[in-house]
């Protein structure tokens, strides 16, 4: 064939530095593109092989090799797939975005199965360029008599194409790398590049540097194969303390056995290594993989030396082929990133990192790896197009980790228990943003009590109601048969401000056909709470999280028939004594006196202070807050709004006295006391204390006037 010469057969105007600097965000990804098309080269050539067009030579082994040369500056990509002739490289490569692969299915397509086509000819061929100031092929057909052509491109928009001189089916292009791209002749970050990329492509591919020395390996002779190349044979002599059979030493009949034979091996050039695994764990069935491979595999591909808490494979073929592993990864929130890792495949090639689109927003702190072929990707394969298709593919997925909580929740609760606190937060969120994910999980949702056991809602339901009949049944035979609803928000037996109006009584009833659930959001700071809780037989959960806030709204109104309420949200009434009846009177204007004290001294006379007989007396003083005024105060705090006023909501906690303690009975029966001053302020400060941090000016008082106290003690 004579030299031909030719323009580019371009689409689009002006195309080409589109392709060359934008289609492709990271310039590396030509290696990707370069692999790939090797591997759809292979997969052609075999499917030829299988439908009886073509017969593979004996002995074939599919493989790609990348030769990196530093001394030329070249980049070599060889595959022995089925090649091409001079009009299919001028279809396939002068024709800009024309698609082989496509055209190549479309011919076959009532002859074989569609897969494993991962890579097109044309626009991946010319992101070499990124890198490249010249890209040679050298490529040979498989078609019997066909000729091997010769093509070179400088630029890339024009090429010259004549008969070439290689001699086995296949095709080689090399790339003259420009001074800004060298580092990939460097055999490292070849390497680094084909394990970003290349890590689980179907096709071996193998990565040499040009003239290199040659490596041996040391083998014994059994496990020599006819592929590998000797160098020499060797005889160990087998070690003194050989035991085996043929020792020399004598046996029991005074007979000697034959000595020992020296040991056979064989040096040999060493076996390349393909740099990718063509059997991913992804892609085997999931009964055939075992724990140590899916920890194996996650601690290879992520880097990660932590065990996988547990992980879901995911396969499945209709209605769209999809196939991965997601792991759930140990995470310390305290000391580094929560945000995942999903990267997604393309038969085997690897696409991107996080394409968010894919992967449910709450399931972000995921690991993982998904291969679907069928995801509608751009044109340079790194990006999602939109597509409802998508959508689908995360429905599928936000089911799949649904199905898998909602099964160890059933057959596995001890290790799903023992993993709650660490995906409580994700999964929480995850029936927050997702209803149909929050439905499939309602009844597996579990809560730690105050004895660190897990309770489903169900659970912490019934048992509020059965205390609700038993405390009816304790106060009916105490009180005159008068029942006392332990479970319902409570107000206090005695207020310095008798607040009993029609609208707190009406509220009250209402409230009271709910069920309330107690719970728990800072163990420490409500230590005083939880004690005094536990000390009457009383439960709460523990909600620790950021987003228990929102969370306990959600189920609030998923569940209109029960109530949360903050450990500190009022007094219960199993912590409180009753006010006989005829000390009613007597009690209240004790409760009044003490109002009274405590604004003067704290010099707020809209201080809310409320008396009460606590069981526990050697509680002197608590704060209480309203669970509505303080999701309101939360909720100013959260959307910047904590310049106003909380008084406007009245957002202020309750000082809740105890009038069993022998220091609030002192403050009654000795109001002219030098000290009541001390002692009120002290009592208020302890009380905040157990309720919320104090401000640092609050904090300095409370350390001074505790010293104050313990001088008092010393006089």
Not at 105 to 131: C, P, Q, R
Not at 231 to 243: L, Q, T, V, W
Request: glycine letters at 6%.
């Amino acid at each position: 064939m004579a030299v031909k010469k030719g323009n580019l057969s371009i689409d689009s105007e002006n195309i080409f530095p589109i392709i060359k600097k934008w289609v492709y965000s990271d310039h590396d990804i030509f290696v990707r593109e370069m692999v790939s098309n090797g591997c759809d080269a292979i997969t052609k050539l075999k499917k030829l092989d299988m439908m009886g067009e073509y017969e593979l030579p004996e002995g074939y082994k599919p493989k790609i090799e990348v030769i990196v040369s530093p001394e030329d500056k070249t980049m070599k990509f060889i595959d022995n797939g089925l090649g091409m002739t001079a009009d299919e490289v001028e279809e396939y490569i002068t024709q800009i975005a024309f698609s082989g692969a496509t055209q190549f299915l479309e011919k076959y397509k009532d002859k074989t199965t569609e897969d494993d086509m991962i890579g097109h000819f044309g626009l991946g061929f010319y992101s070499a360029f990124m890198v490249a100031d010249e890209v040679q092929i050298d490529t040979l057909s498989y078609k019997e008599g066909a000729v091997p052509v010769h093509w070179a491109s400088q630029g890339g928009t024009e090429y010259e194409m004549q008969d070439g001189s290689k001699t086995t089916v296949g095709t080689e292009i090399t790339l003259f790398l420009n001074e800004d791209s060298l580092a990939f002749a460097n055999e490292y970050r070849a390497r680094e590049v084909l394990e970003k990329y290349c890590s689980f492509m179907p096709v071996e591919i193998f990565l040499s540097k040009a003239n290199a020395e040659p490596e041996y390996e040391t083998i014994n002779e059994e496990d020599l194969l006819d592929t590998d190349t000797v160098i020499e044979h060797i005889e160990e002599a087998p070690a003194a303390d050989d035991s085996s059979a043929g020792s020399s030493s004598s046996d029991n009949s005074g007979e000697k056995s034959e000595k020992a034979e020296p040991k056979k091996k064989v040096k040999i050039v060493k076996r390349p290594v393909p740099i990718n695994d063509i059997h991913p764990l992804w892609g085997k069935n999931p009964s055939e993989c075992t724990k140590e491979e899916y920890i194996d595999f996650y601690r290879k591909v992520f880097m990660d030396y932590k065990e996988p808490l547990f992980w879901i494979h995911l396969n499945m073929d209709y209605p769209f082929n999809l196939k991965g592993i997601l792991y759930f990864p140990k995470i310390n929130t305290e000391y580094e990133s929560i945000e995942g890792t999903i990267k997604l495949y393309n038969n085997q090639v690897f696409i991107a990192d996080n394409i968010k689109e894919v992967i449910p927003e709450f399931l972000m702190v995921l690991k993982g790896v998904i291969d679907c072929p069928d995801l509608p990707l751009n044109v340079s394969r790194s990006a999602l197009q939109n597509d409802g298709f998508v959508n689908k593919v995360a429905d599928y997925i936000s089911k799949k980790v649904a199905d898998k909580l909602t099964g160890m929740f059933k057959t596995d609760r001890e290790n799903y228990e023992k993993y709650w606190d660490d995906i409580s937060p994700f999964i929480k969120f995850g029936c927050l943003k997702d209803e149909k994910f929050g439905e499939k999980m309602k009844d597996s949702m579990i809560y730690k009590n105050l004895d660190h056991k897990y309770l489903t809602l169900d659970d912490i339901i019934k048992e509020s109601k059965g205390e609700t009949e038993a405390d009816g049944e304790t106060a009916e035979g105490a009180s005159d048969g008068e029942k006392t609803d332990s479970t319902a928000p409570q107000t206090g037996s005695g207020s310095g401000d008798a607040q009993t109006d029609d609208k707190t009584s009406d509220a009250s009833e209402k409230e009271e056909e709910k069920t309330s659930i107690y719970y728990v959001t800072d163990e420490v700071q409500q230590s005083q709470y939880i004690n005094m809780f536990k000390s009457q037989g009383q439960d709460a959960i523990i909600l620790t999280h950021n987003i228990d806030s929102a969370f306990v709204t959600y189920l609030e109104q998923k569940h209109p028939d029960i109530q949360f309420l903050r450990i500190d949200a009022d007094v219960h009434e199993s912590l409180k004594d009753e006010v006989a009846e005829d000390e009613k009177e007597s009690f209240q204007k004790t409760a009044d006196s003490l109002v009274e004290i405590f604004r003067k001294e704290l010099g707020n006379d809209k201080l809310n202070v409320k008396v009460e007989k606590l069981k526990d007396d050697k509680v002197a003083s608590m704060a209480v807050l309203s669970e509505q005024e303080r999701r309101m105060a939360e909720m100013m705090k959260m959307y910047g709004m904590g310049g106003m006023d909380p008084s406007m909501f009245g957002s202020q906690a309750t000082l809740v006295l105890n009038a069993n303690h022998p220091l609030v009975q002192f403050l009654v029966e000795h109001k002219r006391s030098k000290n009541v001053p001390i002692i009120c302020k002290q009592l208020y400060d302890l009380a905040m204390l157990a309720h919320k941090p104090l401000s640092p000016e609050e904090m300095t008082a409370f350390v001074q006037r505790s010293n104050e106290i313990m001088m008092l003690l010393t006089k």
